[in-house]
């Protein structure tokens, strides 16, 4: 299913969307004269190149002005969603920590990014939080899941 046109308020019809990540990418990357829309594109590619470097299974939902028609988007907003079994309270390899760690991705990609375990309520509660239009509670957003 392709990525929805946008609304007349520059937004994704509500709910979650599937792509793949050359969808995504071919779809949100270029606007009129943003440059800022290939840098965020850039560090997006690198965060989902480490994220299948580190063997989680996670399912991802992008967000912020990136899936806007906003042409100087200034972020990308992710949920990361880990397997329902996930120890969380486990040991995790560096490795597997930055991938998961909300202050180490704000850092190195400037991302915020919310994680949660698949089926849980968090789980729910950021999806339909993540469709909210900050400033404007008549509104509702879509949001897209990148395809495995």
């Known amino acids: 299913m392709a990525i929805p046109d946008f609304d007349n308020n520059g937004l994704l ?3 979650v ?10 779809r949100f990357r ?20 480490e994220i299948r470097h580190s063997g989680l299974d996670l399912d991802v939902f992008v967000d912020g002005s990136f899936v806007t028609s906003e042409d100087e988007s200034r972020d990308i907003d992710l949920i990361l969603i880990l397997p329902a079994d996930f120890d969380i309270d486990a040991e995790l390899s560096p490795y597997t920590s930055n991938v998961i760690s909300a202050f180490r991705v704000r850092r190195r990609y400037g991302f915020d990014i919310l994680v949660a ?31 495995r």
């Open 13 to 15: 019809s509500e709910g």
């Open 17 to 26: 969307h599937e792509a793949s990540e050359s969808e995504l990418f071919e």
């Open 30 to 49: 270029y606007f009129k004269s943003s440059t800022r829309r290939i840098e965020l594109s850039h560090k997006l590619k690198e965060y989902l190149e």
């Open 117 to 147: 375990r698949r089926g849980t309520p968090q789980h729910e509660i950021y999806l339909d939080d993540f469709q909210d239009v900050k400033g404007r509670s008549e509104l509702r957003k879509g949001i897209v899941r990148i395809r």
